[in-house]
């Protein structure tokens, strides 16, 4: 492995972003030393803005997260993290980047983000990145050249458009020493993401998730949207699920999961009638209703936590299973509803990610 990037990436996991930029300076060797001493002392890093990228223009998520980290009253947990930079991407195969990508630049270019050409000329300009490209397919190859730089990352959801490119962007993750996550902003509507540590109805014995679930062919089919749902899901039940079975209409998506304990999880996918969110908990003393989203805001409020500290709200583990989950779903699909078990689809990733190297 390349030093300077390992020491670049040692920077950015152990130091608050204002120190790593002033140590950047002084060269790998010596800014590997103050490492030795600093990440062990309690030093309080500067009030420095924090300079965050976005690579992907094609999503209204640029500019909702735009106007949060740069409104002039932000939320004190946002004040100091500010979008600067651009990178605008798009895909010419999917009409919904294609045909949003230059209406959602202008609008960041109105708002004075600085538009750039390349995905390298970004980096270079920011302490920290939001890669926001509605493309999962895309964000393996965009995601490499921020762990080169020793930045920390968001990845919107889908992570990746398969559960192979996944396992390879944590893999990278951990090797470059740099750390990421990725989720849906579902994750955090009040109700769901406290869900598994509230005691005071019980332990929880099941649970029912639902959200719109159309489709995008370039894409597995609870990728593009199902994954809302499915990331509900996995906040309530816990990463363990082992095995998954799938029942597909025109109109429905009916995905059952059985976890470890043996309790049972299901997503339904909507495609006809009100298409909304919400989740059903079974609890031993009472079962509880979640309906709605809870806006964007407590996720961009994680996003700027994690930037300032580097320590994942998200597990990469448990994104993986998130994945793995919906893997699991398209391969019980091509089976015609038969049972399809998460170690059987991570074997046949990791081998996948194996012959790449």
Known sequence: MNSGKTINGLLHSLLPIAIVRR????????????????????????????????????????????????????????????????????????????????????????????????????????DVVLLESVDGRKHLEQVRPVFASGKRVFIDKPIAASLADTIEIADLSKESGVPFFSCSAIRFTPGISSARTDPKLGQITGCATYSPCPVEPTHPDLYWYGVHGVEALFTIMGPDCERVTRTQTEDTELVVGVWGDGLVGTFRGIR??????????FREKSN??????????PLVKQIAQFFKTGVPPVSAEETIAIIAFMDAADESKRQG?????????MARAKAEVADRK
Do not use: W
Request: net charge negative; with cysteine; proline share 3%.
């Open 23 to 126: 140590f950047a300076a002084l060269g790998g060797c010596f800014a590997l030393l103050l490492v030795v001493g600093v990440a062990s002392s309690p030093l309080t890093a500067a009030d420095d803005t924090i300079r965050a990228g976005i690579i992907g223009c094609d999503t209204s998520h640029v500019i909702a997260f735009t106007d949060l980290f740069n409104a002039p009253d932000a939320d004190e947990s946002l004040a100091n993290v500010k979008v600067v930079a651009a990178f605008p991407g798009g895909s010419h195969d999917i009409a919904s980047s294609r045909d949003r990508v230059g209406k959602f630049t202008e609008k960041l270019r109105d708002k004075g983000i600085q538009i750039v050409d390349s995905v390298d000329t970004l980096v270079d300009l920011v």
């Open 272 to 281: 006809k009638g009100r298409r909304d969110y919400g989740a059903l908990l």
């Open 288 to 297: 509880v209703f979640i309906e709605g989203f809870g806006g964007y805001e």
């Open 337 to 345: 509803g038969m049972p399809v078990t998460i170690e059987s689809v």
